[in-house]
Each structure stands twice: as structure tokens, then as C-alpha cells.
């Protein structure tokens, strides 16, 4: 069996956990909510650097890793580089919002992006969109920075959240004209899945929606192929910390996975 890390600026990576439980189910997962420095979108690439690079080598002196997913669109967009290279001998999975897959349903050619603003100002995003870009009918990407979002679904503000889905939609709605307009829209960030529904009925039916969740645990399934990672260990399935209130983390994961598992604190 095989141990994987799992962080996140806060609760949004459980959206990728939920997604790593279906496919590997006998792996003992770490899950990290580093809610006491969240949201990650508007810090500095340097202050992301740093979270991420903190709570891996911490994560490594107390657990056995043999992998760590990066559930964090912005700490990927902005430290999975440094990670790597400090941590050459660890493989890590990270998530970028799904430009690809989306290019490839689209049939009006525009797609709407919704993402914090620390991912859509990356050189590893705009380096992903301008190689999808070309071509016959390339595709249109309409990139919507979600200011306060995540940090309003983080905190349960239910109202806050409706209200800046409403604002981003109609911002992405009126980027796009009546002849073409945004058919699918990218769930850039892994807070944004769980307020899915919402944004579903906001955008229509005909809007497909895309995140990467379930890519995600695919590679990382492939990963621990590859590398053919089978340690055993005698340590809970699920372990839940975070760096801010346990018991909202524990809420949310009842709500998200169905869990009973409590988080604990954890000081990093
Ligand atoms: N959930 C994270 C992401 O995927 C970060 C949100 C935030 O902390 O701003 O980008």
C-alpha cells in the first residue's frame, strides 16, 4: 500500500482527495488543509513557494511518502517546479485547469477559465494556452480571475459565494458574443467543483463544465505503477490536518466525502 500526500491552500483539494479515493482505494492518504494561510490565489509566487515547500519537507519527516499530489491549481501553477527540484527523488502529481480537455468539447471554439488570479498570471498557464492556440479553429480561452471566491466557499459564506459566481458568470457571459458563445467552462481552481451545481445552473445546461479531479487520480494511479510503490504501512487510511480550525475541515469532509474521519491540528 502506498502513502500520498495530499495539500491545498484549505478544503479545496478535497475535491481532488474525493476523486483519489475512487481510484485508489487501498492507499493510506495525508490530506493537508493549510486554511491558517489561505486563499493561495492572491499571495506572491514567493509566499506560495515557501507554504509549499514548508509543508512537504514536514510532511516527509513524519510520514513515509511515495508521492505528492499537489491539489492546488495556484501552488501548482507556482511551486511544483521548486518542489521538484528540491525533492528530486519524490514524484509529485500536481493540477492545472483543463485547457486541453476543454479545447477538445468545445464546438463554439470559446471557453470560459475561472481561476485565481496567482494561476491565470503564471508563465506555466499562459505557457498552456498559448500551446492549445493554434490551428484551423483554435480555441477562444476567456480567462476569468475569481477574486474572493475560494476564500468565500472556504469559509462556507454561501451568500458571498452566490453573489461572486453570479458576478464571474455574467463577466465570462459577456466576454463571448450571441454568435459564439462560451459553451464550456474550466474549473481552474479546486475550490470551484463543489459549488458545480450552482455555477451549472447559472451558465445553462448546454455549458459543459470541466475540472480535473478524476485525471488527476488517474495519473497518480500511474504514477504508483510506474514506479511500482507498494509499502506497506500501519497507519490510518485517512488523515486529515490542517494548519487552521479542525473542525471545519472535519465539516467539510462529512459534507464532501462522507468521512466521519476528525481532522487534527496541525502546526507547520
Ligand atoms: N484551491 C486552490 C486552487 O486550486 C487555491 C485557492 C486559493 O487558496 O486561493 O487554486
Known sequence: MSTIGVFDSGVGGLSVLRALLREIPDAHFVYVADSAYAPYGERTAEEVTERSQRITAQLRQQFPLDAVVVACNTATALAIDALRLTHHDLPFIGVEPALKPAAAL????????????????????????????????????????????????????????????????????????????????????????????????????????????????????????????????????LLLLTTGAPEALSAVATRWLGTTTPAGHWTC
Do not use: N
Open 106 to 237: 468545445s464546438r463554439t471554439r470559446h471557453i470560459g477559465v475561472m481561476a485565481t488570479r496567482g494561476t491565470l498570471a503564471s508563465a506555466r498557464f499562459h505557457k498552456l494556452q498559448s500551446r492549445l492556440e493554434h490551428g484551423e479553429h483554435p480555441p477562444h480561452f476567456h480567462s476569468q480571475p475569481c477574486d474572493g471566491l475560494a476564500d468565500a466557499i472556504e469559509r462556507g459564506d454561501q451568500a458571498l459565494t452566490r453573489i461572486l459566481c453570479e458576478r464571474y458568470v455574467a463577466a465570462l457571459q459577456a466576454k463571448a458574443t450571441a454568435q459564439a458563445p462560451i459553451d464550456t467552462l474550466v474549473l481552474g481552481c479546486t475550490h470551484y467543483p463543489f459549488e458545480a451545481p450552482l455555477l451549472q445552473s447559472l451558465c445553462g445546461p448546454s455549458v459543459h463544465l470541466v475540472e480535473t479531479g478524476a485525471p488527476v487520480a488517474r495519473r497518480t494511479r500511474e504514477v504508483l505503477h510506474e514506479r511500482r510503490l507498494a509499502p506497506a504501512h500501519a497507519r490510518p487510511d
